[in-house]
């Protein structure tokens, strides 16, 4: 049996967190960049990752309020949630760094979205079952979104 160490709201706020996180690097790649093409893909990009974060948000309003077992909602809460949140990466943003190339700032982007898919994917193994559908649809908006960087890559590089 798998023991559950996260409640669904929480994998939810971390979706949150995440999109948030994405919509700052898309917005940071539609700024640099003066390509018209590239712009409107990042732009696209942005906007979906505020929809998804909106549509997470209202995930969130309607699951019941639940912490992980022994740890109170404090500041302790909160340090212990954005630790997980940070942990939960392998590729850690210096956007400055990324962005001064576009073809590295693509292969970051697609590394962002396929860490997020494994975080995720890997994460139902310890959530209740009775939440997978809930990340399963987080699952399918990542890959979406890598199969647009794909193609952006495949575009640039062709």
Known sequence: MTQQLFYINEVV???IEREKEAFALYEKLAEI????KLQKV???????????????????EHLKPK???????TDEYAAYMQELISS????????????????????????REQDSII????????????????????IAEEARHLAI?????QDLRH
């Open 33 to 36: 960049t003066t390509e018209p």
């Open 149 to 153: 960087l794909t193609k952006l890559q």
């Open 88 to 111: 939960a990466r392998t590729v850690k943003p210096d956007l400055d760094k990324i962005t001064a190339n576009m073809d590295d700032a693509i292969v970051f982007a697609k590394a």
């Open 67 to 73: 912490q992980t077992p022994t740890v109170h909602r």
């Open 13 to 15: 706020s971390f979706a």
């Open 119 to 138: 975080f995720y994917v890997n994460l139902k193994n310890f959530i209740d079952p009775r939440g997978h559908d809930k990340i399963d649809t987080i």
């Open 42 to 60: 990042f732009h696209n990009l942005m906007h979906q990752e505020k929809k998804h974060q909106d549509f997470y948000q209202h995930m969130l």
